[in-house]
């Protein structure tokens, strides 16, 4: 069985030699310095009276080739301090040491020198003995002149008398978008216990380039585990709630067989070539990547925006027991209001003493719940200043017999008046905390012509913030309203009244929208169906949950694209659930419909989702419009003579 050296290894089951390599770029190098010294001849020799400007010539889009390695390839028993490349032209180091994956892994980075054409990578650690070690520079190998890179380029070599050529592949994606993960730190440990996952080395390490792709190789006979992770210390390690992680559930145990093919090549007598290519086990894995549950409580920032607000986030929700006192200055008996989000992660205080907020700096105490290293909760306490610089204002001299405006708060609201949503309700939201709201000099009005007619209405207090409200209504499309809130209707906590609210809109045609219709079969038990929008960041617009195969309908939709994604729910809870390392749990799985629908207005979309998920599931969703925007694109820069992807480099 040959093991790999130098090679481009866009399939993580196949191997490619390292020596074709090298002799095809070797051949195609000779082929151009022919093809230059031919159109050099018959330049010269053909217009010798005509003078212009040079064209530069061919451009050189071959990259270096490796002529001579110390060790060489594959070589065993070396002891060396370095290992050296002799290329056959000058080469760029800047970004090989970045880029430069070594497994196993070594405490210290080596250090990258340039000998003329020749890269050294000179070892800072002792190498372990009877060891099969892998250099991985990916790209980073490039030429000096015009940056043309080496793909892919291994190396590798033993301190032993034997060389390990076992490989374990894969693919590293995000659970929840299912988009590749890139420059994930991939562990293979011997040690089968989750633990030496979160305090101990790998064995064997690899990085996923943008396609979430890694490949281990040159790994011993062995058991191991697979973990993948967004390593943000650098230590190898998982060793907080905050890093990225993904496991595989069995245990790798990598192997290798030969598998040859007999071929029938005619001429003049047959004759039967045997080929063949080598197979790896375990197959490629797919590794989902997501980040824990775990409660790891502390002050992560906090900041004071405004003289009288003064902000504090934190990592986890704070429980009941949380307590914010004032140490300086001295507060007075209702110092302060304190307001929450709606995960109790951020706490707001306003100063309700003007006193205190006029004070530059404040000094608070803070204490909070946290897990000890029992893992026993108790009392953390942490001390903070705050400083507020107040911004320059002109001094302007009050006129003669001038009456002080009285400070006023505006209410905010979601209306739009021109067409508003017919699916949406009204949002009253105050700037700041409320003492006081008459909800019964809220009122909507229906209008028709310059007739109004009040609609009786419920004004909902939203129960995570006390400054929002809300009005449900069942909305006729293509209708007038009038929305009043009186003056004075508010008052903050500072006792400043709210201005007055005398608002006409109309609401949204109904065939401004798009419905679709989603038939689903293939469940096997509950999922949740999401709506999302057509963004990198995919904000869940709706959701249905549904307990099997069936038609759901998303009505009232914008026209605009939008995707789908389905969560199988295996607990049955409503909602995506991470996963669990301890207890080998892995997130709940996630698929995508495979078009992104564009909702025109006035029009039904009836679309059938067979579900059938698989490990090796792929997020390739098709956009209909964008791929007549690239075809219609290609086509103007053929005719354009612009070059495209797959001509690039003068090829």
């Known amino acids: 069985m040959e093991e790999t050296g130098f090679y481009n290894n866009t399939d993580p089951q196949r191997i490619f030699s390292g020596q074709l390599w090298m002799n095809y770029f070797r051949l195609q190098r000779v082929l151009v310095l022919f093809i230059s010294a031919s159109l050099f001849y018959l330049i010269f020799y053909t217009s010798c009276a005509n003078i212009g400007s040079p064209t530069g010539g061919i451009k050189d889009s071959i990259p270096p080739v490796v002529v001579k390695t110390i060790p060489e390839l594959r070589s065993t028993n070396f002891d060396g301090a370095d290992v050296r490349f002799t290329f056959d032209e000058f080469i760029m180091p800047d970004g090989i040491l970045e880029k430069l994956v070594i497994s196993p892994p070594m405490k210290k980075k080596p250090i990258i020198k340039m000998k003329g054409k020749i890269l050294i990578v000179e070892f800072q650690d002792t190498l ?11 790209d980073a190998v490039a030429d000096n002149n015009e940056k043309n890179p080496i793909d892919n380029f291994r190396f590798s070599f033993s301190t032993g008398p034997s060389f390990d050529s076992l490989r374990i592949s894969g693919f590293v994606k995000n659970a929840l978008n ?3 993960v890139e420059k994930a730190l991939v562990l293979l440990h011997r040690q089968k216990d989750y633990l030496a996952f979160i305090d101990s080395i790998p064995n064997y390490i690899a990085i996923t380039d943008k396609e979430g792709l890694f490949v281990i190789d040159n790994v011993a006979p062995g058991e191991y585990r697979l973990y993948a992770l967004m390593d943000a210390d650098n230590s190898l390690t998982y060793n907080s709630n905050s890093e990225l992680i993904a496991f595989a559930d069995s245990i790798m145990i990598p192997s290798a067989s030969y598998v040859s093919h007999t071929d029938t090549i005619v001429k003049g007598l047959d004759t039967l070539v045997v080929t063949g290519h080598v197979d790896f086990l375990p197959e490629a894995q797919n590794l989902m990547m997501f980040e824990e549950e775990k409660f790891e409580q502390y002050l992560d920032n906090s900041k004071r925006s405004q003289a009288n607000q003064c902000d504090f986030y934190f990592a986890e929700s704070l429980s009941d027991s949380f307590r914010v006192s004032l140490l300086k200055p001295t507060p007075t008996a209702d110092w302060s209001f304190i307001e929450s989000n709606l995960k109790r992660d951020s706490i707001t205080v306003w100063l309700t003493d003007t006193i205190i907020s006029k004070s530059d700096s404040l000094k608070f105490e803070l204490k909070y719940e946290v897990l000890d290293s029992m ?6 306490r ?13 001094k302007t001299k009050r006129k003669k017999n001038e009456v002080a405006l009285i400070p006023t708060i505006s209410l905010g609201n979601n209306i739009n008046q021109s067409a508003h949503d017919i699916y949406q309700r009204i949002k009253i939201e105050a700037p700041e905390p409320l003492s006081s709201f ?24 939203d129960t995570n913030s006390i400054r929002r409200f809300f009005i449900e209504h069942r909305w006729e499309p293509n209708s007038n309203y009038l929305f009043q809130i009186d003056s004075a209707a508010a008052r903050n906590i500072y006792g400043h009244p709210s201005n007055k609210i005398d608002l006409k809109f109309r609401t949204q045609k109904e065939d401004y929208y798009g419905k679709i219709y989603l038939t689903i079969s293939g469940l096997t038990g509950p999922a949740i169906v999401q709506l999302l929008a057509n963004t990198k960041d ?7 949950q549904v ?22 729910d295996a607990n049955k809870n ?21 078009k992104v629908i564009k909702v025109r207005s006035n029009f039904e979309y009836k679309e059938n989702w067979k579900i059938d998920y698989k490990p090796d599931y792929k997020k390739e969703l098709f956009d209909e419009e964008l791929e007549k925007e690239k075809a219609r694109k290609k086509e103007q820069d053929k005719k354009a003579g612009i070059k495209t992807e797959g001509t690039k480099n003068g090829g």
């Open 128 to 138: 372990k003995k009877e060891s099969t070690y892998s250099l991985d520079f990916k």
């Open 178 to 180: 299912q988009e590749p």
């Open 375 to 380: 893992q026993q909760m108790v009392v953390k």
């Open 382 to 394: 942490d001390t903070v200043e705050m400083i507020y610089a107040r911004p320059k204002q002109l």
């Open 438 to 461: 008459d909800l019964s000099q809220i009122r909507l009005y229906s209008m028709l012509d310059t007739v109004k007619t009040n609609i009786p209405i419920v004004v909902q207090k």
């Open 538 to 544: 995919e904000k869940i617009l709706q959701k249905i």
């Open 547 to 568: 307990i099997g195969d069936g038609k759901i309908e998303f009505p009232y939709l914008k026209p605009e694209k939008y995707k789908i994604r389905l969560i199988l």
């Open 574 to 594: 409503g909602k995506w659930d991470t996963g669990y390392l301890a207890e080998i749990l892995q997130p709940e799985k996630v698929v995508y419909y495979p």
